[in-house]
């Protein structure tokens, strides 16, 4: 089984900074995409940033110049650093993750992977 654990989300002042963290664990053999989305009350889920293994990032225009996308390949986690929040910030964080895994006898599997959300309130 493949893992994807977040942490670091809270309630942060407007202009505040937070940093957010997902480690993967389990049977990975390796980990391409990385990525994080947010979903706010009421609205579809996007993508904020990803991150190639190759370290090739995107980021979303709302958040350009604000939040940086990074990866540790050897500790298997995907961190995004937010500066100068927003209101309009504010929404559940999820890590997602393309993960090859070993599934035994010689066998791998490419899958998809969410992690369980982190809320990010910005308010004053």
């Known amino acids: 089984q493949v893992q994807l654990v977040e942490s670091g989300g809270g309630l942060v002042q407007p202009g505040g900074s937070l940093r957010l963290s997902c480690a993967a664990s389990?049977?990975?053999?390796?980990?391409?995409?990385m990525g994080w989305y947010r979903q706010a009350p009421g609205k579809q889920r996007e993508l904020v940033a990803r991150?190639?293994?190759?370290?090739?990032?995107y980021s979303a225009d709302s958040v350009k110049g604000r939040f940086t996308i990074s990866r540790d390949n050897a500790k298997n986690t995907v961190y995004l650093q937010m500066n100068s929040l927003k209101p309009e910030d504010t929404a559940v964080y999820y890590c997602?993750?393309?993960?090859?895994?070993?599934?035994?006898?010689?066998?791998?599997?490419?899958?998809?992977?969410w992690g369980q959300g982190t809320q990010v309130t910005v308010s004053s």
């Open positions: 991150i190639l293994s190759v370290g090739s990032t």
């Open positions: 997602n993750a393309d993960i090859t895994r070993v599934e035994g006898m010689g066998v791998t599997r490419k899958s998809n992977y």
């Open positions: 389990g049977s990975i053999l390796s980990i391409n995409t």
